[in-house]
């Protein structure tokens, strides 16, 4: 039995994430930021370059829009002054907008009233919550990502989240892929025989815009065109802590603390 002699050498390898920070290291690429102050320095040919159309350049700005980025890097490369890596990947927010960085004028309000509503619905969730997960037109990298949350580093079990085969067993549908037209009908049938309340996010750049195949003959602009969306979690693919990240704000069980961020 090697695992014996290999668990007493490696001991505890599990994240203690969000009780305590942890992360995959200050040079992980886990999102792009927007260097505030130097927006003007962008040069000629960085929007262009840019295959998901994810950035916006206005008279004395640049908006990102994390929703459809990919990481390619291409604008970090061609103007590391105002675009950079960022280790960060607590990056879903509750709306589409909440993906734009700098942030858009959201008034407190609006973000207030989304946070009580979609409080007000999960309230009736226990400590345990199980997920359903429904690939809409993935390349198949966020597949990976997902599956990792049952590994011994992740072990989302820990915290009370488990995934379910049956829709009628779930209470978050957890949705990766462009959103094609093909599946439109399973996914609102998946929705639709999932017990109130529920709670759906769209995890990674396919499922929040479609990314790179926006606006193909078979999508539109992700999970969003087909179903509502109460949480949306970037990422090309969403890493593992990402979609914890997403997962834990769509059931209110976020403590302020946590960081998956940091160096780990």
């Known amino acids: 039995m090697p695992w014996i002699p290999r668990g007493l050498r490696d001991g505890i390898v599990t994240t203690k994430y969000p009780r305590e920070s942890d992360g995959y290291g200050s040079g992980f ?6 260097n505030a102050g130097r927006t003007r320095q962008i040069p000629v040919g960085v929007v262009e370059s840019c295959p998901t159309h994810a950035i916006d350049v206005g008279a004395d700005s640049v908006k990102l829009d994390r929703g459809k980025c990919v990481l390619c890097g291409v604008c970090v490369r061609l103007a590391p002054q105002v675009f950079s890596f960022a280790p960060s990947v607590e990056t879903a927010g509750l709306s589409r907008g909440a993906l734009v960085v ?3 004028a959201e008034s407190s309000e609006e973000l207030d009233a989304l946070r009580r509503a979609l409080d007000q619905r999960v309230r009736a ?3 345990s919550i199980h997920v359903r997960h429904v690939d809409v037109g993935s390349d198949g990298s966020d597949e990976w990502e997902v599956a990792a949350l049952t590994n011994p580093i992740y072990d989302v079990q820990r915290l009370g989240i488990y995934f379910t085969a049956s829709p009628r067993h779930a209470d978050v ?3 990766t892929g462009a959103g094609t037209a ?3 009908e399973s996914l609102r049938h998946t929705l639709e025989v999932m017990p109130n309340p529920k709670v759906v996010i769209a995890a990674g750049t396919e499922a929040v ?3 790179v195949v926006a606006n193909g003959y078979v999508t539109q602009h992700g999970v969003s065109s ?3 969306v109460d949480v949306y979690v970037p990422g090309s693919p969403a890493t593992p802590f990402g979609l914890l990240y997403g997962i834990l704000m769509a059931v209110n069980l976020l403590p302020r603390h946590g960081n ?3 160096s780990g």
């Open 209 to 211: 815009s479609a990314g």
């Open 102 to 104: 700098p942030e858009m």
């Open 29 to 34: 690429r886990g999102t792009v930021e927007v």
């Open 260 to 262: 998956a961020g940091g």
């Open 173 to 175: 549908l957890l949705v």
């Open 125 to 127: 969730f226990r400590r």
């Open 182 to 184: 093909g599946m439109a």
């Open 226 to 228: 087909l179903i509502d």
